[in-house]
T-cell receptor, first 114, second 110 residues
């Protein structure tokens, strides 16, 4: 079956702009988690959605937000972009909310803020 | 913060077993040990996970000590394509926010 899809794969924005990233999980998976990866901070958890509800949130400012639709697809939004937001943004598809299920990662969206 | 400690880097000869250790001394009874790997800027790839018993799949084996304070990921016959950063993660039963540490950079050499 198809894997996790993230769009776009690459994005260049300027400071102050906003951006929306999309993630389509594996068919039948109902949870989506988002992560930010930078060389300095490594992989950091942003938030997790299950059944259109945010279940958990990492330590990121309110400029970072997300949502999940009824078909489990998820979007994350970053407003008022800063240079430090340049990163690889990864989403993970999970069968359900339990930690017993493995997370399957997409290829990521590489965001560059200039 | 990550709840695991791993060596920064390791080397392994091609065809030999790669044994990657991980310390998780504060692990709770309902927390799983997960292993992922990431090959140069691709999304992390799931390898294996376990609770307290040793586990084996087509990719690797996971050995968890009896006190569950440490574990070892074993790649039985390492290939050059196994060169990657390997992450050991402790994750609760009702928890999908995985806390990644710095991982171990494994280099498989010919």
């Amino acid at each position: 079956k198809a894997g996790v899809t993230q769009t776009p794969r690459y994005l260049i924005k300027t400071r102050g702009q906003q951006v929306t990233l999309s993630c389509s999980p594996i068919s039948g998976h109902r949870s989506v988690s988002w992560y930010q990866q930078t060389p300095g901070q490594g992989l950091q958890f942003l938030f997790e959605y299950f059944s259109e509800t945010q279940r958990n949130k990492g330590n990121f400012p309110g400029r970072f937000s997300g949502r999940q639709f009824s078909n489990s697809r998820s979007e994350m939004n970053v407003s008022t972009l800063e240079l430090g937001d340049s990163a690889l943004y990864l989403c993970a598809s999970i069968l359900g909310p339990s930690g017993v299920y493995e997370q399957y990662f997409g290829p990521g969206t590489r965001l560059t803020v200039t | 913060d990550a709840k695991t400690t791993q060596p920064t880097s390791m080397d392994c000869a091609e065809g030999r077993a790669a044994n990657l250790p991980c310390n998780h001394s504060t692990i709770s009874g309902n927390e799983y040990v997960y292993w992922y790997r990431q090959i140069h800027s691709q999304g992390p790839q799931y390898i294996i996970h376990g609770l307290k018993n040793n586990e084996t799949n087509e990719m690797a084996s996971l050995i968890i000590t009896e006190d569950r304070k440490s574990s070892t990921l074993i790649l039985p016959h390492a290939t050059l394509r196994d060169t990657a950063v390997y992450y050991c993660i402790v994750r609760g039963y009702n928890n999908n926010d995985m806390r990644f540490g710095a991982g171990t950079r494994l280099t498989v050499k010919p």
